[in-house]
């Protein structure tokens, strides 16, 4: 099997860091909707490019030219990698959330209150509850829905890449964008049946990590050109633009059309910024800077949540609390780093706990 390095992009994981900023801000004005009525749609960008991310391992590995039982062990330790990820990083941030919303907020403290919410709460700290099993209810750090049901769509996915290949990426898979995108555009709630089992949250992933898929082949295509200099210079300007324009949908627009409009740019400007072909990637290449800014977004992602229920708490006023908003990004920030630094800890002990216990609990 042929091994080629995993695509890395300084100037996309700078995005990132921007991305999951805004979908922090867009938390913390949520109630007035006067600013970054659109930062929701950092997780957009995210989904995509996570999609972008799984179909080039896929294809970077050349599993689809091997035998059905050598595609099925990929597909399954892919996910085993991904849940274990996930579960670790969903975990700590879980606990920290815990502590701020039941102990702290709900004043959560009995023995028995903790059990009752532990056994409403559980549910998420197994990456499911956002999968249909909890009827459309919102998770307890809220920012956490999204990698569940990642987990769901990718495994999804490369299941159907590993059982019919072909037919999924160039019949099933385009098929099901469309009809998925027509419900996900009118919503009807006539569907609330179907809504109640297969989350709408799960449906946005699908269609998204799917997006990510034609990314990557856009990407490819774009790779083949043979681009001069200015040819380079038009594409690096359209990657720029496209960017912008992202940026710009984010801090003035909230409506179905703009989301969709952000989907087909960000689909676009991801293709190009991991073509090679577009100069703001050797104008910012990929450096241990960018990298820990795109481990940085996952903790600002995933902990800010607490912060800000932390600050609710504090300043009930609505306009005492815009006024904190430097206070809260200061707070975030150290807050996400501090849990970065937790997790690259957890990460590097779990091997060593892992041996330990198979020392322990196996005969030799």
Same mark, same amino acid.
């Given at each position: 099997m042929e091994e080629r390095k995993a695509p890395r992009n300084g100037f996309v994981d700078v995005m990132r860091l921007g991305f999951a900023g805004l979908v922090m801000m867009y938390h913390f004005y949520s109630n007035g909707k006067k600013h970054f009525p659109g930062g929701f749609?950092?997780?957009?960008?995210?989904?995509?490019?996570?999609?972008?991310?799984?179909?080039s391992a896929w294809d970077r590995h050349q599993v689809s030219g091997l035998p059905l039982n050598k595609r099925q062990q990929y597909w399954l330790g892919y996910m085993k990698r991904r849940y274990v990820k996930f579960f670790w990083y969903c975990l700590v941030a879980f606990v920290i959330v815990f502590l701020t919303v039941r102990i702290w907020r709900d004043k959560v403290d009995s023995i028995a209150g903790v059990s009752d919410a532990l056994s409403v709460d559980i549910w998420e700290i197994i990456l499911i509850k956002m999968n249909g099993l909890n009827r459309g209810k919102g998770t307890l750090n809220a920012p956490a829905w999204t990698m569940n049901c990642m987990l769901l769509a990718e495994f999804l996915i490369l299941g159907m890449l590993t059982f019919v290949g072909q037919k999924f990426l160039m019949f099933f898979m385009p098929l099901s964008v469309i009809f998925g995108s027509g419900?996900?555009? /009118?919503?009807?709630?006539?569907?609330?049946? @179907?809504?109640?089992?297969? !989350? *709408?949250?799960?449906?946005?992933?699908y269609v998204l990590t799917c997006c990510g898929i034609l990314s990557y082949w856009i990407c490819k295509k774009i790779k083949a050109v043979p681009f001069s200099a200015i040819g380079r210079w038009?594409?690096?300007?359209?990657?720029?633009?496209?960017?912008?324009?992202?940026?710009?949908?984010?801090?003035?627009? /909230?409506?179905?059309?703009?989301?969709?409009? @952000?989907?087909?740019?960000? !689909? *676009?400007?991801?293709?190009?910024s991991f073509s090679g072909k577009s100069f703001a990637g050797s104008i910012l290449p990929a450096n241990r800077i960018t990298n820990f800014c795109a481990e940085?977004?996952?903790?600002?992602?995933?902990?800010?949540?607490?912060?800000?229920?932390a600050f609710q708490g504090l300043f009930q006023d609505i306009n005492e609390l815009y006024r904190q908003k430097f206070v809260f990004l200061c707070c975030a920030l150290a807050v996400a780093l501090g849990y970065t630094y937790i997790m690259r800890g957890i990460f590097k002990l779990l091997p060593i706990i892992k041996e330990k216990l198979g020392s322990v609990m196996l005969e030799e």
């Open positions: 749609l950092g997780v957009e960008f995210f989904v995509i490019l996570a999609g972008f991310l799984m179909f419900y996900w555009i /009118n919503n009807y709630t006539a569907l609330g049946d @179907f809504s109640a089992f297969f !989350t *709408f949250g799960m449906l946005r992933i038009v594409l690096t300007g359209a990657e720029l633009t496209g960017y912008t324009v992202c940026m710009l949908i984010v801090l003035y627009r /909230n409506s179905r059309y703009y989301q969709f409009c @952000f989907m087909l740019v960000t !689909t *676009f400007v991801l293709a190009v940085l977004s996952l903790s600002l992602y995933l902990t800010h949540w607490p912060v800000l229920i």
